[in-house]
């Protein structure tokens, strides 16, 4: 039975259960951000979302559900560090870090959900929905496309309309139906949430020297925020990734099918107990040993 791990979903108020990301799924996740298509990207990582977390295709995700599960995984697998390079005006370069485990307990405290009540409706609404994220590229702010993607269900005296059943197009179709003032007074709400949470910081990222911030993101988490949370725990360089993966094979004698199975933070460990051995191998050793294969540089953090 497969390890796994406990990941909070905000939007439904429990835990669900995670396996973990593999060396191989960390690899295509790191390609995926590559790529100029941002919606093949969306799908490729969303594939390996479900593949980490089936019971999601049963759950409505919002997008502060999808961040908990993707900073679970990096937490747990990659690297409980996040490490980050800033840019100053005048070109300096400097390095930023933060516990990701400080981020999880920021998108853990997002409570967008909400009731707006009127004489003849109910609507619940949390917030935008992860299957419709590719919707919103481009930066669409359509007012009915955030209502279809953001209400949980409608309820009146004769039916419930679960909104997790439709399309976007039929969603789009029950929003055009409702009366104007219900629609007016419903995106009045989700505004106020959405003020509420813009001045509520999920990151923020200072000159260590001016102390000035070259960086803020928010917690009322859109389109904008999301991906670039996704590309700050997961954009890394490729020739790293094959790096280390060449790294443990190569010298330290795992096979490729073993270390595409395991979490890059295992490999991690892995190559950290293969230097340990070697260098007590070499203060042991009097003479220059030629049968040890080692690689040209001491590279202890295997590139990520």
Known sequence: MPFKLNAYLPSKKKEVQI???TYKQYRELVKSLYNVDKKETIQQYNSILQDLCPDIS???LT???KLSLLLTVRNYCVSPDL?????????NIFNYSIAVETLIKKIKSIDKS???NFE???IEFSSYKARDEYIFIGNNKDIFIILASYIDCIKTSEQIVEFKDYTIEERLEIINSLP????????KSIEEMQNYYEKQILLEVKNPITKETVLTLTCNINYEVLQKVIEFIFTEDLNNIYRAFFNVVNYAGFSPEYIDSITPIEAQVYWMYYLEDR?????????NNSNLSLPAALNKELGF
Do not use: A, P
């Open 19 to 21: 396996k973990e990301l």
């Open 120 to 122: 003849e409706v109910s």
């Open 180 to 187: 104007q003032y219900i629609v007016n007074q419903v995106y």
């Open 58 to 60: 049963l759950l409505d």
């Open 63 to 65: 997008y502060e559900d």
């Open 279 to 287: 260098e007590k191998v070499s203060k042991e050793s009097t003479t």
């Open 83 to 91: 490490k980050l390079k800033g840019t100053t005006v005048d070109n």
């Open 114 to 116: 909400s009731i707006v």
